[in-house]
């Protein structure tokens, strides 16, 4: 399996404009979950789904940010309008079941820097 | 509420030393405990995990963790650090409640000196 894949690795923006982060998760996994991490918060969850349907999305800093999972094998993370201070490196993973028991599987990121 | 102390942002050791990262939670039910690594520019990866049974678990890498329920710990341990040990560990517990997702620690940064 390929793992988890997310793309881009590296997006360099412009403040105002939009961001899509993208992410394939494991086959199979029925678990999936977007988190942020930065020198100053750490690692953040930010938004988990559970067959396709949102579950929690407490971590979602404002209205700015927006996920979705159209499908089993698909996510997107969008960021509207970007802001300086959403640099950060923003993880997909994903598991077989519930992630506090499972073993959850992480893409490699993808680091954004919004200028 | 569930929570993670991970004692010591920063930790240094020689190669072929102990290594010790210390992880206490607090958690209302039994917890489910995890310790994951991040080695540079790279997503986390599970080293080792405690759910029920044995107290002593064995991970990657050489690697162990002892599940403490009067200390409410579970530190992470290697007899000898190798230099590609490097890197950051984090300490996670259950939340409660379904378990549905995890409460990570700030994590520790290893570095291993020659």
């Known amino acids: 399996d390929a793992g988890v894949i997310q793309s881009p690795r590296h997006e360099v923006t412009e403040m105002g404009q939009e961001v899509t982060l993208r992410c394939k998760p494991i086959s199979g996994h029925d678990y999936l979950f977007w988190y942020r991490q930065t020198m100053m918060r750490g690692l953040e969850l930010l938004i988990y789904f559970n067959n396709n349907v949102p579950i929690d999305d407490s971590g979602m800093p404002e209205d700015r940010f927006s996920a979705k999972m159209p499908n089993a094998s698909f996510s997107t993370l969008k960021i509207q309008p970007s802001e300086p201070r959403d640099s950060a490196v923003y993880f997909c993973a994903s598991s077989p079941g519930l992630a506090g028991v499972n073993t959850q599987y992480f893409g490699p990121g993808t680091r954004l820097t919004v200028l | 509420a569930q929570s993670v102390t991970q004692l010591g942002s920063h930790v240094s050791v020689s190669e072929g030393a102990l290594v010790l990262l210390r992880c206490n939670y607090s958690s209302s039910v039994p917890p489910y405990l995890f310790w994951y690594v991040q080695y540079p520019n790279q997503g986390l990866q599970l080293l080792l995990k405690y759910t029920t049974g044995a107290t002593l678990v064995k991970g990657i890498n050489g690697f162990e963790a002892e599940f403490k329920k009067s200390e409410t710990s579970f530190h992470l341990t290697k007899p000898s650090a190798h230099m590609s040990d490097a890197a950051e560990y984090f300490c996670?517990?259950?939340?409660?409640?379904?378990?549905?997702?995890?409460?990570f620690g700030a994590g520790t940064r290893l570095a291993v000196h020659p």
């Open positions: 996670a517990v259950s939340q409660a409640g379904g378990y549905n997702k995890l409460i």
